[in-house]
């Protein structure tokens, strides 16, 4: 279940895979950490005058790029004490500590998935909640999108008050058209549970009113129920700071880059990566 939620929150196009464009843009962060680049060494002095040499040579050592014809094969780098491996054709992979790094990263991101599927549970458990009043706590000019403002409007006015930041995280997450906007169906991907039952549940249920009411705009549901829906929302807030910081840790790593860290994960070379 936990890997299900992973391929669903990386995979945009619906095929149940990851390919490298999908992985490449979720592992990018948005607001990326400086790297630690290594100043170069000092150039000797020759009584010629100075001599030069490129600082890469020194500070980064050569990948050994050798593999086997059946599958990926390891070979040793003396300069750093780690093995390198390549995938069965050639591409180059993760270092062993990067590796680590992605799958302790990885399994991080399967625990908060985990904390908000059970959110999400929790939600479809109130008989009154349902997706359309939810959607029109922020769709207040009922045009069938939400913008950015609106929807900090919206989160504001139930007591919840995230930055500008906070909201583009949410929305550049569950915004599969790419229009910086949330229309229903995109909406309702973020408050359904992967599991079908409670998905199911929710959406079968109708509106309990076409307009809020009250002077919240969460007063269309129950007390409990809009305690919980506020709940959901700072679990949202949470989860994508989360995801957002371990990108970030991602990206200050010197030896970390998607294309190796994607290559890594598709051991069979088949350019996508499945749920397997």
């Known amino acids: 279940m936990e890997l299900l939620a992973i391929i669903r929150r990386v995979d945009t196009d619906g095929d149940a895979c990851i390919t490298y464009s999908e992985f490449a843009e979720f592992v990018r962060s948005a607001s990326p950490a400086p790297r630690m680049v290594p100043s170069p060494p000092p150039r000797a002095v020759s009584s010629g005058g100075y001599r ?9 050592p050569a990948r050994s790029f050798s593999a086997s014809r059946g599958g990926a094969r390891a070979s040793y780098s003396p300069a750093r004490g780690s093995p390198v ?20 990263a990885l399994k991080d991101l399967c625990n908060l998935e985990q904390e908000l599927e059970s959110a999400k549970i929790q939600l479809a458990m109130k008989s009154d909640f349902n997706i359309s009043d939810s959607f029109g706590i922020f769709d207040t000019n009922r045009n069938g999108q939400v913008s950015t403002y609106e929807l900090q409007s919206g989160l504001n006015s139930i ?15 569950y915004d599969n058209s790419g229009d ?3 229309n229903h169906r995109e909406f309702e991907s973020a408050f359904l549970a992967t599991d ?8 079968r249920r109708p509106g309990n009113y076409p307009y809020p009411r009250g002077p919240r705009r969460d007063d269309c549901f129950n007390p409990n129920t809009a305690f919980e829906h506020q709940s959901m929302w700072r679990t949202h807030i949470r989860v994508e700071n989360a995801a957002e910081q371990l990108r970030q840790r991602l990206a200050s790593r010197p030896g ?4 190796e860290a994607f290559n890594s994960l598709d051991l069979n070379d088949s350019g996508s990566i499945s749920t397997n």
């Open 196 to 203: 079908n039952y409670y998905a199911s549940m929710v959406q």
């Open 256 to 259: 970390f880059n998607a294309y």
């Open 180 to 182: 910086r906007r949330i």
């Open 85 to 104: 491996r390549t995938s069965p054709s050639r591409k180059p992979t993760l270092r062993v500590y990067d590796e680590d790094e992605l799958v302790h």
């Open 159 to 173: 007591g919840i008050y995230p930055t500008m930041e906070e909201v583009e995280l949410f929305i550049t997450r």
């Open 52 to 60: 030069h040499s490129s600082p890469l040579k020194s500070s980064s």
